[in-house]
Every structure is written in structure tokens, then in C-alpha cells.
């Protein structure tokens, strides 16, 4: 099942699943995504490898939304979809790097949402069970 | 979460207790009425805000007790509307007590207009207003600054958005804390915060961010009203906004550093989100620097709007700049040093406030001058569609609540219940016939932002006067607003 929003009284609750954490993280980034700004807009036209780390599962999905918050600015871009290149777990950190496409900020062509101010630690889960991975957060909007 | 066992106690008409059990190292009180206890009770899922609050109240070093106001509802960590005030040598810093969008923040600029002066061109200033003010995701200011001018910006505040012409020094005057925060430091601030910002000093943001054009209803207390310049009739404006990408930036970098001090220092944490350092560490003080730092930067957000505010009043009805200034400024998601009474003795304090104001009481030195003898004026805004409030400060709320008080009318409702419930179409339909005219930027901002997806603003405001944290000055009613 694709990402989720969840009821939240001042913001809004993000879950995403996935077969393995990868599909997890990818499927949490297209949810915030989707949330911010039409994804069908913004062509694929450039991209942008970010990464992110964590000293679990919970904390690296975290890491990895605020990283892509953060590429939209510096970069002024809008993103089309992510792929996930490499995850890996050493000396207690998990890394994981990715791949982002989009385009420049164009407010006549992008139809745009909600901004997003940051993920939070605010209702954490990473849980792996026999369907896969489940990723959850609050994201302060 | 759940509030199964939370024993809930009445002690005042507009004050409930939650005495101290279990790990609380202090109680935890909420000023609101009976309804707004139910709302609570019931509407308590898997966020709960009273538990959040209990979270709170177990914070070592918390003093007196963990504060909620009547607009509370869930955050993240703390709930909205929470006030934490902690010793300073034995508590902790926040980075949940504070939030991702630190100093967001109101100011409320009083005009020479009145109702008469904007009857007709109410369109023309919604538009010119749309035109003046970056707002909305993906905007950015007319301001482009590199990290030079973003380290003056996080040192100087408010003063250097006037320096760079926007505004005046006697807007300073009457900004919290003369619009600068002493003991920010840049340096710790991260380069990717201060990259984040290069374009956004000088923008609204989107959410619940907004300017909106008001009248004075009803005044209240005269003396007060007196004080701050406001008669009936007579035009104020309103702007909410913060610190941008560059508070939510350090926000994010300090959510790992104090997790990682909360197990280097053994605090126990009930939730994650609640992550803090001791404030003597130098985990607790590198943050408070930066937070220092990213206030000062909200400061000067605030400042460059104000003068595109004025601008946009220019440009649509040919008001002088100088017909316009600033009542006051105050900051919701802060945390600072203060001086207060705890048993008898003056203490100082690391005061938290999520989605909480400042409201001192008459006599504090913080106030300028000109409003001493009737408290701090506290803005308090409401939603598109029914009113804002200004209150003052009392000294039962110097007493009670470190000085603090509420910080808006609350949701009630979630964003995505709000999106199915209320169509933008019928929303601006309906302020139309009340008489406020609307823009937005974001698809589904006005939705989202509905006047019915918050607590209803008249209850709100009663039971904060009826406790006696703050007393009302005036209503505002709403006629342009423009949304992010």
C-alpha cells in the first residue's frame, strides 16, 4: 500500500510502507512530495544525490525528509520522484544516498501545496514485519 | 498515547490540575473551560495533548508546573500552547519546546484608517498585498544574501533589516525584546541552514502564516486601548510569521544533537520527540545559541514584511508609510532566560513556549515604555473568518504562568478533515458575505485554514480572561486576508 496521510489536529501524520526499508524511504519521500506540490507538474528534468543518516531506521527516515526539505531550498527546485541508490548500516549509523529529479521553481507552471517546515521525532515508528517495512512521523507544516 | 489514567482535577473555574503522580516532577495545569476539557478528553487519539503535557511536567528541573492554555491541542513533543519554565541548573533545553519554525511570531501594526478609508477597495489592497508580499511554498524575497549577511542577520535581527531600509528604528521600539536576542551565535548555526536562507529573508511562508487587514470592533478596557493607540473603527494589520527555512533547519540539526545528549546525560524521555540536553552542557548551550541566533532572524523576517506592508497600503490607497506603525510584536515558539518569583524569590529561568506568548504584567522593565502601566499587549489571532484579539498582561499571570498566555484560537480540526469538509469555493463564498476578502496561495490553503477548523475564538478568549492570565483589550475583525 502507497504512503499515507494521517490525522493530526495541527499538522499531519506521514506513514509510508515498503517490501524493504528502501521501498519504505522512497515511498515516505513521494508522500511529502506529493504533499507540497503536484508531483505530475515538475518534469525530470535535472537531479540531485542527497543522503542522509540515522542511528536507526526511525531517525534515518526523519534525516532523510529534512535532507530533501532542505535540497528544495538550496536548489530552489520542486522534485519529480527519488530512487534510492545505496542504504547501508556501519558502526551503529545507517547511510542512505538518493537520487532526486525536478526542476528549477517555476510558480506559473508548479502547482503548489502546502510547504512542509520539517519532519519531527513526533509519533516515531519503523517497524518490519511479515508485510514489509512501516515508516512513520509528524510533519510540522 | 492515552489519557485512560490521566486524574484530572478542577481547581478554578477557567484552571484543571493534573497533580503531580508517578514520574511528573510537577504538576500540570491548563487554563480553559469545562467544554474545552472535553474537547480534550474526547478528541484525544493517538496524539494527545494532555499527555504531551504530562510528558512535559516530567522534565527534570521544571518548575512550578507544565502550563497549557486554552488554545492547546497536539504537537510534537510538547503540546501546543505549553509553557515549560526550568531551572538553570539542574534543567533542560528543548529543541520540542521551541519547534521547527523558532520566534514564529504576530505583529500588529495600528494604522490612521478606518472602515470608511478601505469600504470599496478592499480587492485592489488583497491584490497589491499579493504583489508586495512573498508568500507561499517556492517563493522567495527580494532580498538575496550571502553568509556574511546571513551571520549579520542572525546577530543583529531586527536592526539590520532596518539598516538595509526596511522600516524604521522606531519600529525596534516596540518589538519583544527591541527585535534582538543577545547571545546568538552564527557559528552555531550550520551552513546548510544559513544556504536555506539566502532567499527567503522577507517572505510569509505558507500554512497557517498569514497578513490580514482587521478593524477594531470592540474595545474593552479604555485605559489600555488608550495605551496602544486603538479607538473603534480605526484599521490594524496583522502578520504571522517566522523564522523560515532557517529555524526549521536548526530545529532539524539539534533534533540529533540533543537526542544524542539525552542518552550522554541519561535524561529519561518519554518521547522521542521530547529530546533535550541539560542547559549548562555544551550540547543545551550550543543550541540555545543557535536558537538565539535563528529568533534574530524571524526579527528580521518580520521587519523586511513590514515595510512591503507598507509598501502595498502605498501602492493600493496612497497611505504614508508613517501612517503606519508598529503596536507590537510578540514570539510564540521561543525559549528564553527571565527573571521570575518562585517561593518568594526572584529566579532566573529558561522559559519554553510552544505556540505560547509572552504576556507580562504591568511594571516588567521588558515593556515599552509607553505601555508600563497597563502590561504587555498580547496578540492573539484568531482565524480569516471570525476575530483577533489584543489582551494585556497581568500580574496574576506573572504569578501563574511565568507571564505567558495563548497564542491563537487552536485547530480543532486536522488540515485533511478540513480539506474534505470545507470547499475553498464555498470558503471564500461565505467570507465574502461576511465581508473579508481573501487570497491564498497555496491549493488548498483557504480549505485548510477555515474558519471552522478552529476552536471558536470568543470560548478561547473567555476563559484566558475569565482565569485572569490576561485581560481583553479590544476585538478585530477580519477584511483582507492574505494566506500562504
Not at chain 2, 510537577?26 to 473551560?33: F, G, K, L, Q
Not at chain 2, 555544551?282 to 523576517?301: D, I, R
Request: one cysteine or more.
Amino acid at each position: 500500500m502507497p504512503w499515507e496521510l494521517l490525522d493530526h489536529q495541527a499538522d499531519v501524520g506521514l506513514q509510508a510502507t515498503g517490501n524493504s526499508i528502501e521501498d519504505a524511504l522512497a515511498d515516505g519521500v513521494r508522500g511529502m512530495l506529493s504533499l507540497m506540490v503536484d508531483p505530475a507538474t515538475v518534469q525530470p528534468q535535472e537531479h540531485w544525490v542527497i543522503e542522509a543518516r540515522g542511528s536507526d531506521v526511525g531517525s534515518l527516515f526523519v534525516d532523510l525528509l529534512n535532507s530533501v526539505l532542505a535540497t528544495k531550498d538550496i536548489e530552489n527546485a520542486f522534485f519529480h520522484d527519488v530512487v534510492i541508490e545505496s542504504l547501508d548500516q556501519q558502526d551503529g549509523t545507517w547511510h542512505v544516498s538518493c537520487r532526486l529529479s525536478g526542476e528549477a521553481i517555476d510558480l506559473a507552471k508548479h502547482e503548489v501545496d502546502s510547504d512542509v517546515k520539517a519532519a519531527t521525532y513526533g509519533g516515531l515508528r519503523a517497524e518490519q514485519s511479515d508485510d514489509g517495512w512501516l515508516l512513520r512521523c509528524v510533519l510540522d507544516l | 498515547m492515552t489519557t485512560a489514567k490521566i486524574n484530572l482535577v478542577r481547581r478554578d473555574q477557567y484552571i484543571f490540575e493534573i497533580p503531580k503522580s508517578g514520574e511528573m516532577n510537577v504538576p500540570a495545569r491548563i487554563y480553559t473551560d469545562q467544554a474545552g476539557i472535553d474537547d480534550l478528553l474526547e478528541s484525544a487519539g493517538e496524539w494527545s495533548a494532555l499527555q504531551q503535557l504530562v510528558n512535559v511536567a516530567c522534565l527534570p528541573g521544571i518548575q512550578r508546573a507544565a502550563l497549557a492554555m486554552a488554545d492547546i491541542h497536539p504537537g510534537y513533543g510538547f503540546p501546543i500552547g505549553g509553557v515549560g519554565a526550568f531551572d538553570p541548573t539542574d534543567g533542560v533545553i528543548s529543541v520540542a519546546g521551541v519547534g521547527f519554525d523558532i520566534n514564529c511570531g504576530v505583529r500588529t501594526l495600528r494604522t490612521m484608517l478606518t472602515r470608511e478609508d478601505i469600504a470599496g477597495k478592499e480587492d485592489r489592497l488583497a491584490d497589491k498585498l499579493m504583489e508586495h508580499v512573498p508568500a507561499g511554498l517556492g517563493s522567495t524575497g527580494e532580498l538575496r544574501l550571502d553568509e556574511k549577511e546571513i551571520n549579520n542577520v542572525l546577530e543583529k535581527g531586527a536592526s539590520y533589516a532596518v539598516g538595509l531600509g526596511y522600516g524604521t528604528t522606531d519600529d525596534l521600539g516596540f518589538i519583544e525584546s527591541s527585535g534582538k536576542l543577545e547571545g546568538a551565535d552564527p557559528s552555531a548555526v550550520s551552513k546548510k541552514a544559513k544556504q536555506r536562507q539566502m532567499k527567503q529573508v522577507g517572505t510569509l511562508g505558507s500554512g497557517n502564516h498569514y497578513v490580514e487587514v482587521q478593524y477594531v470592533d470592540e474595545i474593552f478596557d479604555q485605559d489600555a486601548a488608550e495605551a496602544y493607540g486603538l479607538q473603534p473603527g480605526q484599521i490594524t494589520i496583522m502578520l504571522h510569521t517566522g523564522s523560515r527555512a532557517l529555524g526549521h533547519q536548526i530545529g532539524t540539526d539539534y533534533l540529533q544533537t540533543l537526542e544524542a545528549a539525552s542518552k550522554k546525560y541519561r535524561i529519561p524521555i518519554r518521547e522521542r520527540e521530547l529530546v533535550c540536553a541539560p542547559i549548562n552542557s555544551p550540547e543545551g548551550k550550543a543550541y540555545y545559541s543557535a536558537v538565539m541566533a535563528g529568533a534574530n532572524c524571524a526579527f528580521a523576517n518580520r521587519q523586511v514584511l513590514t515595510h512591503l506592508i507598507r509598501e502595498a497600503f502605498e501602492d493600493a490607497l496612497g497611505t504614508p508609510e508613517e501612517d503606519i506603525e508598529t503596536l507590537y510584536e510578540i514570539a510564540h515558539n521561543t525559549v528564553k532566560f527571565e527573571q521570575h518569583e518562585i517561593d518568594g524569590a526572584m529566579k532566573d529561568v529558561l522559559v519554553h513556549r510552544k505556540g505560547a506568548t509572552r504576556a507580562f504584567g504591568p511594571g516588567r522593565p521588558e515593556i515599552p515604555p509607553r505601555y508600563q502601566h497597563v502590561g504587555q499587549p498580547v496578540l492573539v489571532g484568531g482565524t480569516m473568518g471570525t476575530s483577533s484579539y489584543i489582551l494585556r498582561g497581568t500580574d496574576f499571570g506573572m504569578d501563574e504562568t511565568f507571564g505567558s498566555a495563548l497564542h491563537g484560537a487552536g485547530r480543532a480540526m486536522s488540515r485533511r478533515a478540513a480539506k474534505k469538509q470545507y470547499p475553498a469555493k464555498s470558503v471564500t463564498h461565505r467570507l465574502r458575505e461576511l465581508g473579508v476578502t481573501v487570497r491564498a496561495h497555496g491549493k488548498h490553503a483557504i480549505s485548510e485554514e477555515a474558519p471552522g477548523a478552529y476552536k471558536d475564538i470568543e470560548a478561547v478568549i473567555n476563559a484566558m480572561h475569565g482565569s485572569g492570565i490576561v485581560q481583553k483589550v479590544a476585538r478585530l475583525k477580519p477584511i483582507v486576508c492574505l494566506k500562504g
